[in-house]
């Protein structure tokens, strides 16, 4: 219900592009929010976007950095990388909440996608 994609290896100070599309029931009307894990690490709230595209949340660690996005006519979200560090490295999933307002509370996401892997080299 959940694909993203556009993960890969960058160079720190590069940037990416992820992709997230769902299906319609798991997108319409809900927020949707990127995490990001590492090996040995909980997984961590990167960002979240209302239903309406009109509120946004962020990390503190990717603030000015990551901008996310969404397109409600093709059912996708986006997660606009830049000005990438090592640190950045994970594997990135989208999820869809089942509130219609942001959160970083991954317990309120109902719906998971299979992550993309972003490796940013020193």
Do not use: H
Request: aromatic share 12%.
């Amino acid at each position: 219900q959940l694909q993203a994609s556009g993960g890969g290896l960058v160079q720190a100070g590069g940037s990416l592009r992820l992709s997230c599309a769902a299906s319609l029931r798991t997108f319409s009307n809900n927020a949707m929010g990127w995490f990001r894990q590492t090996p040995g690490k909980e997984r961590e709230f990167v960002a979240a976007i209302s239903w309406s595209g009109g509120s946004t949340s962020y990390a503190d660690s990717v603030k000015g950095r990551f901008t996310i996005s969404r397109d409600n006519a093709k059912n996708t979200v986006y997660l606009q990388m830049n000005s990438l560090k090592p640190e950045d490295t994970a594997v990135y999933s989208c999820a869809a909440s089942t509130y219609a307002s942001v959160s970083y509370d991954s317990t309120l996401y109902r719906y998971w996608g299979q992550g993309t892997l972003v490796t940013v080299s020193s």
